[in-house]
């Protein structure tokens, strides 16, 4: 966004997910011990059960797939995880983003997965999570294969994650 700081963008070389499913096995783990500590909470709202192995694997609590369909619970979370676009339950995403704000714990993190191709979505994701008070923290490329040192090839590029935050710091415009 123009008079915002750039934001880190890194390779995570993980498989791509399969059709229907939101992310593989790695990137599940990849999030889960990136983003959250031992007994942390995350809200699981991905089609699939690969975040939920890595939940389990990892010793973090959760509100698994069904969360979508019976609330996220009383309890702030470390960490939500959506795909893009968004389920039509979700409401606008102005409205998903304000209701991640508010179960968030402050430093905690909302990482949306999106399809890696369409030039819209990320722009759409951002100003919508910016719009409830959540800071753009940084952009995740996932490749099938590591980038190689002093080659030129291009990425085989399949899904961007966008990882935005509540800020640390509680302010006016954030929670009005």
Not at 14 to 25: F, I, L, Q, W, Y
Not at 31 to 57: F, S
Request: hydrophobic content about 45%; overall charge neutral.
């Amino acid at each position: 966004m123009p008079g915002d700081p750039p934001v880190p963008i890194t390779v995570w070389p993980v498989p791509a997910p399969r059709r229907g499913e939101t992310m593989s096995n790695g990137m599940g783990v990849r999030l889960v011990h990136n983003l959250t500590h031992p007994t942390d909470l995350v809200i699981d709202l991905t089609a699939g059960p690969q975040l939920a192995r890595a939940i389990i694997a990892a010793s973090r609590r959760s509100h698994l797939q069904a969360a979508r369909q019976v609330g996220w619970g009383k309890e702030a979370a470390a960490l939500i995880v959506t795909g893009w676009p968004l389920d039509a339950d979700a409401g606008t995403p102005a409205e998903f983003f304000a209701r991640c704000h508010a179960k968030l714990l402050p430093g905690g993190c909302v990482a949306v997965l999106l399809a890696h191709g369409d030039p819209v979505w990320p722009v759409d994701v951002v100003i919508a999570a910016k719009q409830a008070g959540l800071a753009y923290l940084q952009h995740i490329v996932a490749a099938d294969r590591p980038p190689r040192r002093g080659r030129q090839s291009s990425l085989d590029i399949h899904t961007d994650v966008l990882v935005v935050t509540r800020s640390m710091t509680v302010t006016a415009a954030a929670d009005d």
